[in-house]
Nanobody, 122 residues
């Protein structure tokens, strides 16, 4: 299983970005997916997660109402739409996959993408 994340970049506060994570080498619809982020000097933390079918989603409190996780199983891709971005959203964002479903802890996930940098300027 391989994950390829993309879509990061530099954006001003209040702006939007959409991250994508394309999966290959697996039956994508059998995997729960998560987005995590890691800022300099901080631990990797959950941002959002989505179940196999997309019927269950989870968001950390700080992004509720601003970020939306979704998936397209026909395209083997999971997305993270990020709106009203804030400087504190600046981090490297990672997508992750687990064939056990979805979870909030990074140890739950077996496969990780390479990360994409998101920088929000004030």
């Amino acid at each position: 299983v391989q994950l390829q994340a993309s879509g990061g970049g530099l954006v001003q506060a209040g702006g939007s970005l959409r991250l994508s994570c394309a999966a290959s080498g697996c039956t994508f619809s059998s995997y729960g997916m998560g987005w995590f982020r890691q800022a300099p000097g901080k631990e990797r933390a959950i941002v959002a997660a989505i179940s196999w079918t997309g019927g269950i989603t989870y968001y950390t409190d700080s992004v509720k109402g601003r970020f939306t996780i979704s998936r397209d199983n026909a395209k083997n891709t999971v997305y993270l739409q990020m709106n009203i971005l804030k400087p504190e959203d600046t981090a490297v964002y990672y997508c992750a996959a687990s064939n056990r479903g979805w979870g909030r802890d990074h140890s739950f996930y077996d496969v990780w993408g390479q990360g994409t940098q998101v920088t929000v300027s004030s």
